[in-house]
Structure formats: structure tokens, C-alpha cells
């Protein structure tokens, strides 16, 4: 992109303050004030610093013309006198008298310099500029007769910049940004001084036409960011939110973030850290610099917290993170996760934790659903705690204070039993703990639950030996005789082998028995 102008100071305010030579200080009879219309022109590097700044213009100088000749002055705006004088004094001491023009008089001495660079505070020697010091005391000052310019209409492109036209009279203006919106994409506008004319040999040659331009200073703000550390999380786990955005320089009036969490997160006071990124890392900067809540937020997917940089000077063209962290409560709405949003200058980013969950059906032989089986889900060798829902399924509890937590399953009447509230990147094991009444013969399977790229469920057996687990099937089968079983093969060779030792274990006993009371007998 041409960068034309973007650096410039007061661009051609700049140049008649810095050089134009003027004798009178007061109007006289063969003195014409100057009205003719004048182009002011503004340039930007993006459409949005003209569409969004709502300027105000205060003449704070009049040109003067000396009688039928080309020669002209400058005298202080009648409307502003007062405001230009307060201004010239809080910059220079001892300088403002009752006995001159002060406007005329700081040009004529060339107080009045040129700033340079963003963000336009000194100039090309790295001094302070008084201009700019003059421009934000008059911008404090009880201006008067002030003409609203309305919207920009700019013209241009990204590549070349972007510029509109405000037709004003001659003279020289300072521009005021009355936008106050904390949404917009760019920065209020600092105060600028723009002047229109043209001057050739200290002298004002020409009152109306001349360059009469100015970039726009205001500041497109870089995008805010907002992450979260977990895609997916089970209920009850804590996550940890990182916001990120650049302080425009020269630094806006006020920078926050705004962060609106959604239902099933409860953000924890105590958990805000600060930090400003620079090329060297992370550096953690005071908390004292910043307004955050002191107590938890409990989110409800529409009230919102602000993070205020309490100075934003302090951090002006800075990138700050904030780090904080919230716990997905019990009021998490299993199907949609839990959403996270941040205010992007009217743009929410959202970001989203999601859960998922799995189910698996207690059988019979005949494959027929069996009811009151129970089972305890492991995380590692923590059993989770869950809150049976009314539709029957299982929803993981916060903690097992949750009311309603419990660590034993049911299957229901068709034997399903159904879990949610998971972490996609955790592996669970499921362990019954009591078959079902009815006579079924007491094996108690284990089983592990993983979950794919396509964060499905799948089924590996861990305690097994019966074969009691169908993977593919998702089922877990109760048996009432061993000849129920389904293992074949080796395994099932050993089990019946087995069975059938313990059985002549227990023939021979009887028989040993039976001989025992003959012998007595």
C-alpha cells in the first residue's frame, strides 16, 4: 500500500504554521476578511477512519486581505478568541498579552511547529510538538460556532489510500472527532489543526487554494482475539479463556474487552492474569492497571463483564492478553457445549467447549433389553458422578455435591444406558458393579470407551473373559447358565474346562463324603 501521507503531521496546517509571516494583529478598515470557499481534504489508509469519524470543525483563524492587494494575514477567529488565548498560554509562558493577536503573533515567531510520525506528538527532531500541544488544549477549551460536517463519503482504494472533501471557508480550523462509540472499528481522531492557502516565501500567496490537507488521525484498531484451551471438555472441568488486542497509538480515550459467557460457565474471580506480548515473551504487567470483576460471573449467554485497562496511554501501541479461567457448571446444555463470546468492535468472536457422550444396552441372551443392571463410569480410577435426567439418560454432574449426583448407573427398561457431558479426548472405563435380579449369574464385565477423529464412541473390552462385551454392537449380555455364554474358542474352552473341573471338584467331595459315613456306619 502507498503509506502517502499516513506519517504526515499537520500536513499543510504544518507548513503554514511553521513559516507564514504576518504583520497585523488586529482587523483595520482596509482589512477584508477572507470567506471564499475553500477544499479541505482528508486521506486515510481505509475507508472505515473517514466513514466512521463524525467531525466537527471550529474556525479558530481568519484570513485577512489588505485592501485591493494581494497581500493577506491572520487574525485569531472573534468566535474562539478566548479559547485560542487559554490554549497559546497552557503552551507557552509568559507569551499571551492583551496588546496582540496571539495566534498572529506565536506565527509570526514560528512557535508554532511541524509534528512528524504516529503518533504525531513530536516532531522530526523527537521534540515535543507544541502544535500538537496547542491542538489538544484548544480541544479542552468552550470552542464556539462549531459546523458539524456529517458523514465522509471517501473515495480511493486499499492499494493507494482513500481520501474526502469538506468545503469550508477559507482560514484555519481545528477539527474535532465527536465519536464516541466504543464498537467501531478505528480510534477517535486526535484534534487536528488544518489550514488551507498556500505559502511561498513566509507569505500567504493565495488564502483559499493550496495543498489544504490532512491525513485522518484516527487509528484503525487490530482485530481482538479471543481462544479457549479446550475444544472439547467434560461438565465440571475448567477451562481457560486467553483475550488478546493491541492498544491503538496514539492510545483511544478507553480499551476494554468485553466478554460475554454463556449458560454452564461460571468465570472465577481471582483467576485474571495480564500481560503485554513482545518480541521477548510475555511480560506480566500490574493488575493494578486494570478493572475486572472481583467476584465470580455466571454466565447466561447476555450479560456481559468488562476488562477496562484502567490508562490506555500507558499501553498505547502495546498488545495485551488477558487470561482467565471458568468452570462449566451443572446448567450446561449437553447438545450446544458451552459458548464464550468476545466483542470484536461490534463483531462477537465465539468460541465453543463441546461434550460429548455414549450409550450401550444391558441384554439378555435372547437379546431382549434387561433392567436394573448397575454400573460406575471411571475417569482413571475416579468414578464420575452423574444426574439421571428425565428422558432417563445420564448428564455428568460438576461435582458430586451436584444435587441429584450419583456414581451408580441403571439400565433402563429397554436396558440402555445412556451418558453425556464427556471429554472426546479422554478414554473411560465402564465397570458393572451388580447384574441385574432375575438369576442371572454373577459376571461383572469392564469395558473402555474411546472416542474417534469423528468424535464417535467406540467400545474395547478390558475385564472380559466371558466375552459378555459386543464392541461392535455396543451391548453388554447377562446370562443365567454357563451354557448361555458366549465365548467360543480357546477362551470358551478354558471357561467350560474350568467349570467342568469345579463341578468333578465337587463330585469328588460328595463322593468322599458318602464313603466317609459308610465307613462309620
Given at each position: 500500500?502507498?503509506?502517502?501521507?499516513?506519517?504526515?503531521?499537520?500536513?499543510?496546517?504544518?507548513?503554514?504554521?511553521?513559516?507564514?509571516?504576518?504583520?497585523?494583529?488586529?482587523?483595520?478598515?482596509?482589512?477584508?476578511?477572507?470567506?471564499?470557499?475553500?477544499?479541505?481534504?482528508?486521506?486515510?489508509?481505509?475507508?472505515?477512519?473517514?466513514?466512521?469519524?463524525?467531525?466537527?470543525?471550529?474556525?479558530?483563524?481568519?484570513?485577512?486581505?489588505?485592501?485591493?492587494?494581494?497581500?493577506?494575514?491572520?487574525?485569531?477567529?472573534?468566535?474562539?478568541?478566548?479559547?485560542?488565548?487559554?490554549?497559546?498560554?497552557?503552551?507557552?509562558?509568559?507569551?499571551?498579552?492583551?496588546?496582540?493577536?496571539?495566534?498572529?503573533?506565536?506565527?509570526?515567531?514560528?512557535?508554532?511547529?511541524?509534528?512528524?510520525?504516529?503518533?504525531?506528538?513530536?516532531?522530526?527532531?523527537?521534540?515535543?510538538?507544541?502544535?500538537?500541544?496547542?491542538?489538544?488544549?484548544?480541544?479542552?477549551?468552550?470552542?464556539?460556532?462549531?459546523?458539524?460536517?456529517?458523514?465522509?463519503?471517501?473515495?480511493?482504494?486499499?492499494?493507494?489510500?482513500?481520501?474526502?472533501t469538506v468545503t469550508l471557508p477559507a482560514g484555519i480550523y481545528l477539527f474535532l472527532d465527536t465519536n464516541t462509540s466504543t464498537v467501531d472499528k478505528v480510534t477517535v481522531a486526535i484534534p487536528m489543526i488544518v489550514a488551507s492557502g498556500t505559502v511561498e516565501n513566509d507569505a500567504l500567496t493565495d488564502p483559499v487554494n493550496g495543498d489544504n490537507t490532512v491525513n485522518m488521525k484516527n487509528?484503525?484498531?487490530?482485530?481482538?482475539?479471543?481462544?479457549?484451551?479446550?475444544?472439547?471438555?467434560?461438565?465440571?472441568?475448567?477451562?481457560?479463556?486467553?483475550?488478546?488486542?493491541?492498544?491503538?497509538?496514539?492510545?483511544?480515550?478507553?480499551?476494554?474487552?468485553?466478554?460475554?459467557?454463556?449458560?454452564?460457565?461460571?468465570?472465577?474471580?481471582?483467576?485474571?492474569?495480564?500481560?503485554?506480548?513482545?518480541?521477548?515473551?510475555?511480560?506480566?504487567?500490574?493488575?493494578?492497571?486494570?478493572?475486572?470483576?472481583?467476584?465470580?460471573?455466571?454466565?447466561?449467554?447476555?450479560?456481559?463483564?468488562?476488562?477496562?485497562?484502567?490508562?490506555?496511554?500507558?499501553?498505547?501501541?502495546?498488545?495485551?492478553?488477558?487470561?482467565?479461567?471458568?468452570?462449566?457448571?451443572?446448567?450446561?446444555?449437553?447438545?450446544?457445549?458451552?459458548?464464550?463470546?468476545?466483542?470484536?468492535?461490534?463483531?462477537?468472536?465465539?468460541?465453543?467447549?463441546?461434550?460429548?457422550?455414549?450409550?450401550?444396552?444391558?441384554?439378555?441372551?435372547?437379546?431382549?433389553?434387561?433392567?436394573?443392571?448397575?454400573?460406575?463410569?471411571?475417569?482413571?480410577?475416579?468414578?464420575?458422578?452423574?444426574?439421571?435426567?428425565?428422558?432417563?439418560?445420564?448428564?455428568?454432574?460438576?461435582?458430586?455435591?451436584?444435587?441429584?449426583?450419583?456414581?451408580?448407573?441403571?439400565?433402563?427398561?429397554?436396558?440402555?444406558?445412556?451418558?453425556?457431558?464427556?471429554?472426546?479426548?479422554?478414554?473411560?472405563?465402564?465397570?458393572?458393579?451388580?447384574?441385574?435380579?432375575?438369576?442371572?449369574?454373577?459376571?461383572?464385565?469392564?469395558?473402555?470407551?474411546?472416542?474417534?477423529?469423528?468424535?464417535?464412541?467406540?467400545?474395547?473390552?478390558?475385564?472380559?473373559?466371558?466375552?459378555?462385551?459386543?464392541?461392535?454392537?455396543?451391548?453388554?449380555?447377562?446370562?443365567?447358565?454357563?451354557?448361555?455364554?458366549?465365548?467360543?474358542?480357546?477362551?470358551?474352552?478354558?471357561?467350560?474346562?474350568?467349570?467342568?473341573?469345579?463341578?468333578?471338584?465337587?463330585?469328588?467331595?460328595?463322593?468322599?463324603?458318602?464313603?466317609?459315613?459308610?465307613?462309620?456306619?
Amino acid at each position: 500500500m502507498k503509506m502517502r501521507k499516513l506519517f504526515a503531521g499537520i500536513a499543510a496546517a504544518a507548513t503554514l504554521l511553521g513559516g507564514l509571516a504576518v504583520g497585523a494583529t488586529s482587523a483595520s478598515a482596509a482589512e477584508t476578511t477572507v470567506n471564499d470557499d475553500a477544499t479541505f481534504t482528508f486521506t486515510a489508509d481505509s475507508a472505515e477512519q473517514l466513514k466512521n469519524a463524525k467531525l466537527v470543525a471550529y474556525k479558530i483563524g481568519d484570513y485577512v486581505q489588505y485592501g485591493t492587494t494581494q497581500t493577506y494575514g491572520v487574525t485569531t477567529n472573534e468566535a474562539n478568541k478566548t479559547a485560542v488565548d487559554n490554549a497559546l498560554a497552557s503552551v507557552f509562558t509568559d507569551f499571551v498579552t492583551d496588546d496582540q493577536d496571539n495566534l498572529a503573533a506565536a506565527l509570526n515567531e514560528g512557535k508554532l511547529d511541524i509534528s512528524a510520525t504516529r503518533p504525531w506528538n513530536t516532531t522530526a527532531d523527537d521534540v515535543a510538538s507544541t502544535s500538537r500541544a496547542f491542538a489538544d488544549a484548544l480541544a479542552k477549551e468552550d470552542l464556539q460556532a462549531g459546523k458539524e460536517i456529517g458523514t465522509l463519503d471517501p473515495t480511493g482504494s486499499d492499494e493507494d489510500g482513500y481520501e474526502a472533501t469538506v468545503t469550508l471557508p477559507a482560514g484555519i480550523y481545528l477539527f474535532l472527532d465527536t465519536n464516541t462509540s466504543t464498537v467501531d472499528k478505528v480510534t477517535v481522531a486526535i484534534p487536528m489543526i488544518v489550514a488551507s492557502g498556500t505559502v511561498e516565501n513566509d507569505a500567504l500567496t493565495d488564502p483559499v487554494n493550496g495543498d489544504n490537507t490532512v491525513n485522518m488521525k484516527n487509528t484503525k484498531n487490530t482485530e481482538k482475539n479471543k481462544t479457549v484451551d479446550k475444544a472439547y471438555a467434560a461438565i465440571g472441568d475448567t477451562l481457560t479463556y486467553t483475550l488478546t488486542g493491541t492498544v491503538a497509538n496514539p492510545a483511544p480515550a478507553a480499551f476494554a474487552f468485553t466478554d460475554t459467557p454463556g449458560v454452564g460457565l461460571t468465570v472465577k474471580a481471582g483467576t485474571y492474569k495480564f500481560y503485554t506480548v513482545g518480541a521477548d515473551g510475555d511480560i506480566e504487567a500490574p493488575s493494578t492497571d486494570f478493572t475486572f470483576p472481583k467476584a465470580d460471573v455466571t454466565g447466561d449467554g447476555e450479560t456481559s463483564f468488562d476488562i477496562t485497562v484502567n490508562d490506555p496511554s500507558k499501553y498505547a501501541g502495546q498488545t495485551i492478553k488477558v487470561v482467565f479461567q471458568a468452570l462449566v457448571n451443572d446448567k450446561a446444555v449437553v447438545e450446544d457445549g458451552v459458548v464464550n463470546d468476545l466483542d470484536n468492535y461490534g463483531t462477537p468472536i465465539e468460541v465453543t467447549t463441546k461434550f460429548v457422550g455414549f450409550d450401550f444396552k444391558k441384554i439378555d441372551s435372547d437379546n431382549k433389553g434387561i433392567e436394573g443392571a448397575e454400573f460406575q463410569i471411571l475417569d482413571g480410577r475416579v468414578a464420575l458422578y452423574f444426574v439421571k435426567q428425565d428422558d432417563g439418560s445420564y448428564k455428568k454432574a460438576a461435582s458430586e455435591d451436584t444435587e441429584g449426583a450419583t456414581d451408580t448407573l441403571v439400565s433402563a427398561a429397554d436396558g440402555t444406558v445412556k451418558v453425556t457431558g464427556l471429554d472426546a479426548t479422554k478414554a473411560y472405563t465402564v465397570s458393572e458393579t451388580k447384574v441385574a435380579t432375575g438369576q442371572y449369574l454373577d459376571l461383572k464385565p469392564s469395558f473402555t470407551v474411546n472416542f474417534n477423529n469423528d468424535h464417535e464412541a467406540v467400545l474395547s473390552r478390558t475385564i472380559d473373559p466371558w466375552g459378555l462385551v459386543n464392541t461392535a454392537d455396543k451391548t453388554v449380555k447377562n446370562v443365567k447358565s454357563v451354557n448361555q455364554l458366549p465365548l467360543t474358542g480357546a477362551a470358551g474352552t478354558i471357561l467350560f474346562t474350568v467349570m467342568a473341573l469345579l463341578l468333578a471338584g465337587a463330585g469328588a467331595t460328595v463322593v468322599l463324603k458318602a464313603r466317609s459315613k459308610n465307613a462309620k456306619a
